[in-house]
């Protein structure tokens, strides 16, 4: 497709997404994202990169070298009859039982609420994403994310033919993050009658990631194995009880890393999707330096495939900060060999010791950082591999 067509409809659909603009308050906050295997790292949001462009904006969707992208964006909508995401063995299908397979970043609208979210979220889609992971808030450690700005969310997102994969950030690392809430506070707004409206009726574009990183490293193994399997095992019951039946994905545990290897090994991940009365559960795990060799990253890869269970890479990065380099050609690389979903940590906006995780620089689509420039225009990036949801048809 010609890029002025791409451009052009892409236009069309953040005219149907101003409802999203300038939706909500400023954060406030600057927020703890922690990663690490084993000492407690701060990944805070630097909310001094999230003011306005000025009179030098780029123009929207401008992402450099796009018009690359494997599909046509046209205008059309996914059927609200449609049947929601689910599981079979290790693939996600879509309502029309077409695999899908995500290719995407993570976005940070709880901290930069006060940004024009549609414009972004445009500029995502022009880069050929297919999905968004959003980072919520229940208001444990942010300010709460409230319905009728999920609500925006979801439309925006659904606009742009991209699927929205939602996710709470409060209880990141806990307990070993002393400012993380319970888990189970994720778990509350899920259930919260505000969030319920938003979502209700969503499931063949939304899909709920139950809690970012909800788990950081306990004394022992078995304690991490006990924690995990049992505050996954109690959140899914929780969700399906209350009539909840979006496609769901946990985290995996010590900071998403899981370099215990927890969810990888044995029947931790196995035991968890059994809990799940639609047994419509996806397993994510978040690969950073722990993930630094080509025989880490095939070995993670390999498991789940043998264990015929669905899994995703949550989130990722070239590095995770100096001279900590993760293997993102070995990602990106067996991703597309073996039909794993992956979501890019994140479009903007972390720190100045973290700057290299951003995607693009100061929320400027014109400004691809190194990190960005591969995972989106290299080898196996999202340009060269990603697939629109079938839903949207």
Request: proline letters at 4%.
């Given at each position: 497709?010609h890029?002025?067509t791409?451009?052009f409809?892409l236009?069309?659909?953040?005219?149907?997404?101003?409802?999203?603009?300038?939706?909500?308050?400023?954060?406030?906050?600057?927020?703890?994202?922690?990663?690490?295997?084993?000492?407690v790292?701060?990944?805070q949001?630097?909310?001094?990169?999230?003011?306005?462009?000025?009179?030098?904006?780029?123009?929207?969707?401008?992402?450099?070298?796009?018009?690359?992208?494997?599909?046509d964006?046209?205008?059309r909508q996914v059927?609200?009859?449609?049947?929601?995401?689910?599981?079979?063995?290790?693939?996600?299908?879509?309502?029309?039982n077409?695999?899908?397979?995500m290719?995407?970043?993570?976005?940070?609208y709880?901290?930069?609420?006060?940004?024009d979210?549609?414009r972004?979220?445009?500029?995502?889609?022009?880069?050929?994403?297919?999905?968004?992971?959003?980072?919520?808030a229940?208001?444990t450690?942010?300010?709460?994310?409230?319905?009728?700005e999920?609500?925006?969310?979801?439309s925006?997102?659904?606009?742009?033919?991209?699927?929205?994969?939602l996710?709470?950030?409060?209880?990141?690392?806990w307990?070993?993050?002393?400012?993380?809430?319970?888990?189970?506070?994720?778990v509350?707004?899920?259930?919260?009658e505000?969030?319920?409206?938003?979502i209700?009726?969503t499931e063949?574009?939304v899909?709920?990631?139950?809690?970012?990183?909800?788990?950081?490293?306990?004394a022992?193994?078995?304690?991490?194995?006990?924690n995990?399997?049992?505050?996954?095992t109690?959140a899914?019951?929780?969700?399906?009880?209350?009539?909840i039946?979006h496609?769901?994905?946990?985290?995996a545990?010590?900071?998403?890393q899981d370099?215990?290897n927890t969810?990888?090994?044995g029947?931790?991940?196995?035991?968890?999707?059994d809990?799940d009365?639609?047994?419509?559960?996806v397993f994510?795990v978040?690969m950073?330096?722990?993930y630094?060799?080509?025989?880490?990253?095939?070995?993670?890869?390999e498991?789940?495939?043998?264990?015929?269970?669905?899994?995703?890479?949550?989130?990722f990065?070239?590095?995770?900060?100096?001279?900590?380099?993760?293997?993102?050609?070995?990602?990106?690389?067996?991703?597309?060999m073996?039909?794993?979903g992956?979501?890019g940590?994140?479009?903007?906006?972390?720190?100045?010791?973290?700057k290299?995780?951003?995607?693009v620089?100061?929320?400027?689509?014109q400004s691809?950082?190194?990190w960005?420039e591969?995972?989106?225009?290299?080898?196996?990036?999202?340009?060269?591999?990603s697939?629109?949801?079938?839903?949207?048809?």
């Amino acid at each position: 497709m010609h890029y002025t067509t791409r451009l052009f409809h892409l236009l069309l659909a953040t005219i149907a997404a101003l409802l999203l603009i300038n939706c909500g308050g400023s954060s406030g906050n600057s927020p703890s994202d922690n990663n690490a295997p084993a000492a407690v790292i701060h990944d805070q949001q630097d909310s001094s990169s999230s003011s306005s462009q000025g009179s030098d904006e780029p123009d929207m969707g401008t992402v450099p070298h796009t018009g690359t992208c494997q599909f046509d964006l046209t205008q059309r909508q996914v059927a609200d009859e449609l049947p929601g995401f689910r599981v079979e063995g290790n693939k996600l299908l879509d309502g029309n039982n077409n695999a899908f397979i995500m290719r995407g970043v993570n976005y940070p609208y709880a901290w930069y609420r006060q940004r024009d979210t549609a414009r972004d979220f445009t500029d995502i889609a022009a880069s050929c994403a297919n999905s968004v992971r959003v980072v919520l808030a229940n208001g444990t450690q942010w300010e709460r994310v409230d319905g009728e700005e999920l609500s925006a969310i979801i439309s925006a997102l659904r606009e742009l033919h991209m699927i929205a994969i939602l996710e709470v950030h409060d209880a990141t690392g806990w307990p070993q993050n002393e400012n993380a809430g319970h888990p189970d506070t994720a778990v509350a707004y899920w259930l919260s009658e505000d969030i319920r409206a938003a979502i209700e009726g969503t499931e063949n574009h939304v899909i709920i990631n139950i809690a970012n990183e909800p788990l950081g490293n306990f004394a022992n193994a078995k304690e991490d194995l006990d924690n995990w399997v049992g505050f996954h095992t109690r959140a899914i019951n929780a969700l399906r009880d209350a009539g909840i039946n979006h496609t769901l994905i946990v985290d995996a545990p010590n900071w998403g890393q899981d370099w215990t290897n927890t969810m990888r090994d044995g029947q931790a991940a196995q035991t968890v999707f059994d809990a799940d009365s639609n047994a419509n559960t996806v397993f994510a795990v978040h690969m950073y330096d722990v993930y630094h060799s080509f025989d880490k990253v095939l070995s993670y890869y390999e498991a789940f495939q043998e264990k015929a269970l669905p899994l995703i890479i949550g989130e990722f990065a070239a590095d995770h900060g100096e001279e900590k380099p993760v293997a993102v050609d070995a990602i990106l690389e067996y991703a597309q060999m073996l039909d794993v979903g992956y979501l890019g940590w994140s479009w903007s906006g972390n720190s100045h010791d973290l700057k290299s995780l951003d995607i693009v620089l100061n929320f400027d689509a014109q400004s691809l950082s190194p990190w960005g420039e591969r995972l989106i225009h290299g080898p196996n990036g999202i340009a060269q591999t990603s697939r629109l949801c079938t839903c949207f048809e």
